[in-house]
């Protein structure tokens, strides 16, 4: 922790120089991740509809990203007569600035850019400002197609921040800290495969995380902001050119920063087999390889899904988020309470010394018990979630038996 | 006090202000409300460069992220969605003003009048002065843990001391919600999903014809006796 008003002025120059230095590196890192992502996601999903996707520009296709960025420069900059021409203009930079301030604490492998004490709440505070971007671009664009898409995507924002928040709650309960930096070096434990996605918990608040993350990326089948079979192509619909690059750059930026958040706070982060026995160093570069493996995997079931699930109905978007995702997730804290208690505690609750013995890291009937335990607790709720969800017969009204919507 | 700070406080500040004045002026209701976003933007940094993180983060998650984020969707449902042209200042707003004034006074006035000697300290000093005074209690020696208001006592505070009033918030909130939900869903409590325009026509053809009202909104059945 520094305290920059007593360094002085050499030592501050120094600090002004690193941080330059560290984000210059995240931001080319980030675009150049960007780059690449769009060019995986069209040629994976290529694959999967049976085509060969963008494969002249370059080796395989790699620059043809490169290539349309150029083209998106070179083309003519349009604002609409009857637009908001300064809304209009700064919500791309709201949209991007969201996502960039988001990398300043994430993590790429062991490597951390700064470790704020705060850091998973930082992150999902600046890209809630995401909102407010789509709103602006919404309104500020002076088309109905424009504002519903907004209303959309902020209805969407909004309902599916809370599970996601939410499914954040167990992995701090398991850490019992917010830095990011703790969260991914408490993971190492068990020869680096202490991964929090290894307990029923976390599995629960992972599966529930990536729903809500998916929704919270716009990735189909949650794309309804900008759903071009119904409202043209929503918020983004009188942006052209570079703006509508720099919303482009925003959206999977965005997506490479939910793989990072993902693979640090459940899968480990940097953590793997050999990477505390090869020193600093080589340790490092192979935490940052096990690192990009996760998050690509990851992005890799996002283009999975966008291959083969069909987008939802706003009131189903709805509906999921209310209905079937928040009781599950807040189940899972309450499990979660319950499984740092049973593998944690010693003083504070007697008993469980009597019955399991003292807490350890190799107190595995501890473990034994809180995996059975929060296993039933989790399966249950997801058992009476679905049950209670399940539509009755008795429930349709009589505008859908006669329209035959009864299945 | 360090030049750097006081520059960056400085220009904090004038964002702060100008922003809020603008939301107060400004003639187009959303731009007041875009305004508001960036006074609340302006105050987590203020807090930021106090190292208040939580707050500051806070500020940002509850403030600009959500409330406004509401205030601007409430504005756009239910006015016309130009938004132009709003007068937003009353005849007599120098009454407000002076209230605001006297507000503003009432909390600074005796601020400066205790702390009038420590106003341009930094967050170092506090923490000297906090370093200190544990030294002190702990009888002379410097204790290893110092104690800094950060996330862990904000959430034993909240925990422990101010339970009851925690409790008493959440249930407040609680029963706002489920009020909302009530109002809101009273009309819907007939209609389970939205039809399309195809399954309203087809519904038409086959004779089952959703009563409307002169504006065209549909008019759930048992409303009577819902009332």
């Not at chain 1, 939802?312 to 009781?327: E, I, T």
């Not at chain 2, 130009?82 to 200042?89: D, F, K, S």
Request: aromatic content about 10%.
């Amino acid at each position: 922790m520094t305290y920059w008003p007593v360094i002085a002025v050499d030592a501050w120059i120094g600090l002004v120089l690193v941080s330059i230095i560290k984000v210059t590196l995240i931001l080319v890192g980030g675009s150049l991740g960007m780059m690449f992502l769009t060019w995986y996601e069209r040629r994976a999903i290529a694959y999967m509809q049976d085509r060969r996707g963008p494969n002249r520009v370059g080796p395989q296709g790699l620059l043809q990203p490169v290539s349309e960025a150029i083209k998106t420069m070179t083309k003519e900059d349009i604002t609409p007569l009857d637009a908001d021409r300064v809304v209009h203009f700064l919500a791309p930079v709201v949209m991007l600035g969201a996502t960039v301030l988001a990398f300043a604490v994430i993590p790429w492998g062991n490597l951390f850019p700064s470790s704020l004490r705060v850091g998973v709440l930082f992150i999902f505070a600046v890209t809630g400002l995401h909102t407010v971007g789509m709103l602006m671009a919404g309104w500020g664009s002076n088309n109905k197609f424009a504002l519903l898409g907004g209303m959309r995507g902020v209805a969407q924002m909004v309902s599916y921040e809370i599970p996601l928040l939410m499914a954040l709650l167990p992995i701090i309960l398991l850490s019992g800290s917010l830095s990011l930096t703790d969260i991914v070096t408490r993971q190492g434990d068990w020869y680096g495969f202490g991964w929090y996605v290894f307990s029923p918990v976390g599995l629960t608040a992972f599966i529930t995380f990536f729903i809500a993350a998916l929704a919270e990326g716009e990735r189909t089948p949650f794309d309804i902001p900008e759903a071009d079979s119904e409202i043209v192509a929503g918020y983004l619909t009188e942006y052209g050119g570079m703006k509508f690059a720099v919303f482009y750059l925003s959206n999977y930026m965005t997506n490479l920063a939910l793989c990072f958040i993902m693979a640090s706070l459940f899968l480990g982060g940097g953590n793997g087999p050999g990477v505390t026995a090869l020193g600093t160093v080589l340790g490092g570069l192979l935490s940052l390889v096990y690192f990009f493996i996760k998050a690509l995997a990851l992005f890799f079931l996002m283009v999975l899904i966008r291959g083969t699930v069909p987008r939802l109905r706003v009131d189903q978007l709805m509906g999921f988020a209310w209905k079937f995702l928040l009781p599950i997730v807040l189940v899972n804290v309450f499990s979660t309470a319950i499984w740092v208690a049973i593998t944690r505690w010693g003083p504070q609750a007697q008993i469980f010394t009597d019955w399991f013995g003292e807490p350890a890291s190799d107190n595995y009937l501890r473990y034994g018990v809180a995996i059975v335990v929060t296993l039933i607790i989790n399966l249950l709720a997801v058992y009476a979630v679905m049950r209670i969800n399940r539509r009755q017969p008795s429930d349709l009204t009589e505008e859908e038996i006669a329209l035959g919507l009864a299945g | 006090m360090n030049y750097v700070v006081l520059t960056i406080f400085f220009l904090l500040s004038a964002l702060t202000l100008g922003s809020g004045i603008m939301v107060v002026t400004v003639k187009n209701i959303i731009h007041a409300a875009l305004w508001l976003i960036s006074t609340f933007v302006g105050v987590a940094a203020l807090y930021m460069l106090m190292e208040a993180e939580f707050l500051a983060i806070v500020q940002v998650l509850v403030y600009a992220g959500a409330v406004s984020i509401l205030v601007l969707f409430a504005i756009m449902l239910t006015r016309q969605i130009t938004g132009t042209g709003t007068r937003q200042l009353h005849s007599r707003w120098w009454v407000a003003m002076l209230t605001a004034a006297a507000l503003f006074g009432g909390v600074i006035v005796p601020t400066v009048w205790q702390q009038g000697s420590s106003w341009d300290k930094t967050a170092s000093d506090a923490q000297a002065i906090l370093v200190q005074q544990a030294t002190e209690a702990n009888g002379g020696t410097r204790p290893e843990i110092i104690p800094v208001a950060g996330t862990e006592e904000l959430g034993a505070a909240l925990m422990g001391e101010y339970l009851l009033p925690f409790e008493v918030v959440s249930l407040l909130l609680t029963a706002a919600l489920i009020g909302a939900i009530l109002i809101a869903f009273e009309e819907r409590t007939r209609r389970r999903r939205v039809l399309t325009l195809a399954e309203e026509l087809a519904l038409r053809k086959r004779g089952i014809v959703e009563p409307h009202d002169e504006e065209g909104a549909v008019v759930p059945v048992d409303a009577e006796q819902a009332v």
